[in-house]
């Protein structure tokens, strides 16, 4: 799927690019290809969101899900080397080692990096959670994790929750948090966590837009991440005519969009991709903003309902 999205996007790119090469967009410092960049350019530094405990978290991250082995160890590097400091992976991933490895060819410094990883539903409960992290956290190679996860909330989430809780206590994770919950079942842990959830990662892209998980998470204090922001280029996506009108109009890609239209939310996206020029791609949205009629073209689009009925 990744690599038939991957030609997708490409064709995309390079149809767009004839559209406007003649094309010069103001604040850019010259002529700029609509959808092209060069890997090794230098975009705006990702910006960073406060969580709820006062930890700051990178605005944009880099997602792993199913990459693997050498790729996957490259590309957590390349992520690194244009410019991402937030990395998400998962023990159902089956890559926290990779994940590691490319964390330490990278070179940089642990201390730049907000690294998250999650708990699966197989290791629910109080002791099997405690487990489950320092397995993570050795197959990452890391002393300490920057935000843990519930991955579902299915299982023993009372005693998950209270392992979580002492571990972030004992300062082995600088926050924890939820990923796929509905909002009745965070009100029903906030009923007995010690500790508010920093994070609820959920999937959010144009096409399921969450407005009314957010106004809840906003309300609660807990910040919103969205995966698949792109959702893993179904429905076409990157053929979609709104927003490639967009992009044309803001010299961007819809990728560049899409990930834009998060942003402009307060949601910390998650792409992922294995292709270094699309990673650098990504990262180029904090250079210019959508307007009142961008976003309001974008909401035209909300199917309101999750695109991908095989996880639930």
């Known amino acids: 799927m990744d690599q038939k999205n991957g030609i997708m996007r ?3 790119l390079k149809s767009s690019a004839k559209l406007a090469a003649a094309t010069v967009f103001a604040g850019f410092g010259g002529s700029r290809l ?3 960049l060069n890997p090794s350019h230098v975009n705006e530094p990702i910006p960073y969101a406060r969580l709820n405990n006062g930890i700051p978290m990178p605005m944009l991250g880099f997602g ?3 990459l693997r082995g050498d790729v996957c160890v490259r590309c957590v590097s390349d992520a690194i080397s244009v410019g991402y400091r937030l990395i998400d992976t998962a023990h159902i991933y089956g890559n926290e080692e990779f994940v590691g490895e490319g964390i330490k060819q990278s070179g ?3 201390e730049e990096l907000f690294v998250t990883s999650k708990l699966w539903v197989d290791d629910s409960g109080y002791e099997s959670t405690k487990k489950a992290f320092e397995t993570s956290l050795s197959k990452l190679g ?3 994790m920057d935000l843990y996860l519930i991955h579902r909330p299915r299982g023993d989430v009372k005693g998950t929750w209270k392992a979580m809780e002492e571990l972030y206590r004992e300062g082995k994770i600088k926050a924890i948090g939820l990923s796929n919950f509905e909002p009745f079942q965070i009100e029903e842990l906030l009923g007995y966590a010690t500790v508010r959830p920093a994070i609820n990662q959920i999937e959010t892209h144009v096409f399921f837009q969450q407005h009314e998980a957010q106004d809840f998470l906003k309300r609660s204090d807990i910040q919103m991440q969205g995966w698949s922001p792109f959702a893993a280029g179904r429905n076409r996506i990157f053929e979609n005519q709104l927003l490639a009108d967009i992009g044309k109009k803001n010299g961007k890609s819809i990728a560049q969009v899409c990930l834009r239209w998060h942003y402009q939310r307060g949601i910390i996206a998650i792409p992922r ?3 270094k020029i699309h990673m650098a791609e990504n990262t180029g949205i904090f250079d210019f ?3 009142a ?3 309001q073209t974008i909401a035209t689009l909300d199917l309101n309902t999750t695109q991908f009925p095989e996880w639930d």
Do not use: C, K, V
């Open 34 to 36: 609509f959808g092209a």
């Open 64 to 66: 792993t899900n199913t």
């Open 108 to 110: 940089i410094q642990r």
């Open 289 to 291: 903003a959508l307007d």
């Open 273 to 275: 991709s294995s292709q």
């Open 293 to 295: 009629s961008d976003m």
């Open 10 to 12: 490409r064709e995309f």
């Open 142 to 144: 890391l002393a300490y």
